[in-house]
């Protein structure tokens, strides 16, 4: 599951940040659970969580009956990074005019990025194609009856 900060597109859905939309969309071609949270809704191909106060990273995995072990926010500001790090899921940055490399990384960032399209360019080393590292998460399959040994 992807949990990102709709502050990387914008209220009209115009990507804020270089790549954004093809983040998004590849996210959401992976077969990734995508939820965009922000102040107001955004016009997106995801499910978007308008911002409950303090606590809108529990709000959206709340709706999905998600956990933090099986998700990765990807942040936009320092504040995204801390919001997450309170919700005690992991997060992945951009930099951007909310806070540098350095201090993303000091506020709890996992991996930072100088945009979205530097994330879409390392996406299979990221930790957001790392799912498995708190779980698999997916359903899994019955296993196959044994065979009778005669």
């Known amino acids: 599951m992807t949990v990102i900060s709709a502050a ?28 965009l949270i922000g102040p107001e809704p955004v016009a997106a191909p995801a499910l978007t969580v308008v911002a409950p106060g303090e606590d809108p990273v529990r709000a959206a995995l709340g709706l999905i009956d998600g956990t933090p072990e099986h998700a990765v926010f990807v942040a936009a500001s320092m504040r ?36 979205a399209a530097a994330l879409l360019r390392v996406l299979d080393d990221s930790l957001l194609a790392r799912p498995r590292a708190f779980g698999d998460c997916r359903p899994t399959a019955p296993a196959a009856p044994a065979g009778r040994s005669g």
């Open 8 to 35: 990387l597109f914008g209220t009209d859905w115009r990507p804020a940040s270089p790549g954004s939309e093809e983040l998004l969309h590849e996210c959401a071609a992976r077969g990734w659970t995508v939820l």
């Open 80 to 115: 995204d990074v801390l919001v997450a790090r309170r919700a005690r899921v992991p997060c992945v940055a951009v930099e951007g005019d909310g806070g540098t490399g350095t201090e993303l990384r000091a506020a709890g960032a996992a991996e930072v990025h100088r945009d």
